[in-house]
């Protein structure tokens, strides 16, 4: 029985590791590299196993750079059950769907304005076809339910309190006489986070593999953050600018929502016309809002007997692209909720391409911003930025409003490692180089245990 260490080592995203155990190949995710065109390039090279002999896939949560490569593998012939969530499974619904009509699109632009002959790039990386063959293997479970996987592996999956249907997965590993214990924390929330419940804590382990995105870094007090996010609001001039937010469809978008519902009247919401802007995440927020047993008990609480989206009575959905294109036109009162995440792609593109040169609007940067991203370089004050091949100069104010992160903090994720009662052997990974060497050293001096940073194709023995 053995892990091999295959995605999400080198950089934060396009986490996947391959379970070798008892003569059957599992994968632990299997997600899409994003970033600079030349890192996404990587998806389309051939796996470094065969997809045929593959035997099931256990999927941590929906994000696609967990989830996004799963439509390969079934175009490459692996045929077994996807484990994961239930709430996870109806969320890679909306964003495998979605990834394949970027992909779609992105290929249709490729052929349009080929930049070099025979460019990969004009087929889609798979089809919304695809993406429909993949998602009739999603196996749906419970948390807390153990369950086999295949002879040899047993799973659970736990809260992570990332985003909905997030898990932690503990896994049970056996082989002739020795059995071992593996967990794998997929991506782990903030404490005290909004909606979701806090990570669960799990005890024993032999080997962990834990993210680190934010290894290196404390967020700011969730109470500062709210303060934050009032101030841009009351301050912001809604009679002169438009407050853009480039959000993550599912996680973000909700929290904001749910934010902008509970401090409604501090926050003068009134004065704004809040739009969502991405049919994903109006989908995405129907699948919260049907998943009140996920809820933490502040949400439950909130939630009521109704939905909580028309508690936020100024919220529209702009699911058509005409109903988008009109936003353009507004010059002044609009907070404008729009993907993707990261700026690099979707509708957010054109919302920027309207409003970062104007200096009375407001640019919200809510997440992570991977390298090589439009957001990675509007964080890092970039002057001037090019969108779809023009030139644009950056006058708005940009504010980062790091807390609402639906990832825990080096804190977050210590806390939840000290839940380890009997010391288990970390590796740490979806880190960029700095995070991952600065929460190894953490883990070690402060828990006293081994930690390692793999490199791609490292393996890990669970006999030796
Ligand atoms: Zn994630
Ligand atoms: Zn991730």
């Known amino acids: 029985m053995e892990i091999e260490f295959y995605g999400a080592t080198e950089r934060v995203t396009g986490s996947c590791h391959i379970l070798r155990v008892g003569g059957r190949t599992v994968l632990l995710d299997c997600g899409l590299v994003q970033g600079s065109h030349d890192e996404e390039a ?4 051939p796996f470094a196993f065969d997809a045929r002999e593959l035997d099931a896939v256990l999927l941590s949560h ?16 692996f045929s077994g059950p996807v484990f994961t ?14 990834s394949a009509s970027l992909a779609e699109r992105d290929a249709l632009y490729h052929r349009k304005h080929p930049r070099i002959a025979a460019d990969r790039r004009a087929e889609p990386l798979y089809t919304r076809e695809a993406a429909l063959r993949a998602l009739e293997r999603f196996r749906g479970v419970p948390y807390a339910e153990r369950f086999t996987v295949v002879p040899g592996l047993e799973a659970c999956f736990r809260d992570a309190g990332h985003i909905l249907g997030s898990a932690v997965l503990e896994l049970w590993l056996s082989e002739g006489d020795s059995r071992r214990k593996l967990v794998f924390s ?30 290196d870094r404390l967020h700011r007090e969730f109470s500062s953050t709210l303060d934050e996010l009032g101030d841009i609001f009351r301050s912001a001039c809604r009679s002169c600018g438009n407050i853009l937010i480039p959000a993550f469809s599912i996680g973000r978008s909700q929290e904001l929502l749910y934010l902008m519902a509970t401090h409604f009247e501090e926050w003068g ?16 927020s129907l699948i919260y809002w049907g998943h009140p047993e996920l809820f933490d008990r502040e949400a439950a609480a909130a939630k009521g007997d109704s939905s909580l989206l028309p508690t936020l009575r100024n919220l ?20 404008i909720i729009a993907g993707s995440g990261m700026c690099n792609g979707g509708r957010i593109l054109h919302h920027l391409k309207h409003n970062i040169p104007r200096p009375e609007c407001h640019l919200l940067i809510t997440g992570y911003q991977a390298e090589g991203t439009l957001g990675r370089r509007l964080v890092e004050g970039a002057g001037e930025v090019e969108i779809h091949g023009r030139s644009y100069p950056v006058r708005a104010a940009l504010h980062t409003v790091g807390g609402l992160s639906a990832h825990g903090d080096r804190d977050d994720m ?10 288990p052997r970390f ?38």
């Open 42 to 45: 990587l998806n389309r090279e």
């Open 62 to 77: 929906g994000h696609i750079d967990h989830s996004g490569r799963i439509p390969l593998l079934v175009s490459r012939g």
């Open 85 to 98: 969530q239930e709430a996870t499974a109806d969320l890679a619904r909306v964003l495998l769907l979605d």
């Open 186 to 215: 997929g991506d782990l929330g903030q404490y005290g986070h909004p909606i979701l419940n806090d990570p669960e804590t799990v005890r024993d382990a032999d080997a962990v593999i834990i993210e680190s995105t934010y290894g």
């Open 269 to 284: 919401m009134q004065e704004w016309q809040v739009y969502l802007d991405s049919p994903m995440a109006i989908e995405a």
């Open 316 to 335: 529209h959905f702009t699911p058509k692209v005409e109903q988008s294109q009109e936003l353009n036109a507004r010059r002044s009162g609009a907070v």
């Open 414 to 423: 210590l806390r939840w490692a000290s839940g380890f009662e009997n010391s």
């Open 427 to 464: 590796f740490v990974v979806h880190g960029d180089p700095s995070a991952k060497e600065s929460f190894r050293t953490a883990i070690e001096q402060r828990l006293g245990c081994r930690a390692g940073i793999p490199e791609p194709g490292d393996r890990y023995d669970f006999s030796s």
